[in-house]
């Protein structure tokens, strides 16, 4: 190395200021909520809920598609709709536990569903989007849209339907007395 020519970081340091010195909050919050090691257990668990819920809410989707005129975003809400009850009755029974979190049932009924108006909608967007705007096919506008939706679901239910209510921990930190092997 030459006199007076010093390395410099690949990554601008955080103290130095600028439009790289910070992360989001909401990026914080999901690289901590990844990297958490219960995650895995809890993710799988609910992957294999959302899986049996897919299948209810893919026929719906192609049974509507094939044998009747109703528009596909259509059919793909009626088909999220019936799934998305299919795994809430999934979720109470093998993954959440309402009793743990200090949650009613009504109210982790509650915020189960209104998650879900976030997976139907993005649902239907790319639906809308793949299938009506694009012309794709409706197998890989729903592939598409159940990878987006599930993937945004997850985060927001884990860090939402199983927080501890009235704690004062971050978004998305699991009740340290949650059973995952439930």
Do not use: Q
């Not at 989001?24 to 690289?31: E, K, V």
């Not at 959302?50 to 049974?63: E, I």
């Not at 059919?75 to 029974?93: E, F, K, R």
């Amino acid at each position: 190395m030459r006199p007076g020519i010093h390395c410099v970081p690949a990554v601008p340091d955080p103290s130095a200021g600028g439009v790289l010195s910070e992360r989001s909050g909401l990026l914080n919050w999901l690289i901590e909520f990844a990297t958490k090691p219960r995650r895995v257990h809890e993710l799988i668990r609910y992957t294999g809920a959302s899986g049996v819920a897919l299948v209810l809410d893919t026929s719906v989707f192609f049974a509507l598609v094939s044998s009747t005129a109703l528009p596909a975003p259509f059919a793909a809400a009626i088909g999220y709709l019936s799934g998305a009850l299919l795994h809430y009755l999934l979720s109470v029974l093998y993954i959440f536990a309402a009793e743990k979190t200090g949650k009613s049932h009504r109210r982790m009924a509650s915020e189960f569903m209104v998650t879900g108006l976030l997976g139907l909608l993005l649902t239907v967007i790319v639906i809308r989007l793949t299938v009506d705007g694009m012309g794709v096919p409706p197998l890989i506008g729903k592939a598409l849209s159940t990878g987006i939706a599930f993937l945004a679901v997850y985060v927001v239910r884990a860090g939402v339907v199983l927080a501890v209510p009235n704690d004062t921990k971050r978004a998305g930190e699991l009740n340290p007395s949650h059973s995952i092997s439930r």
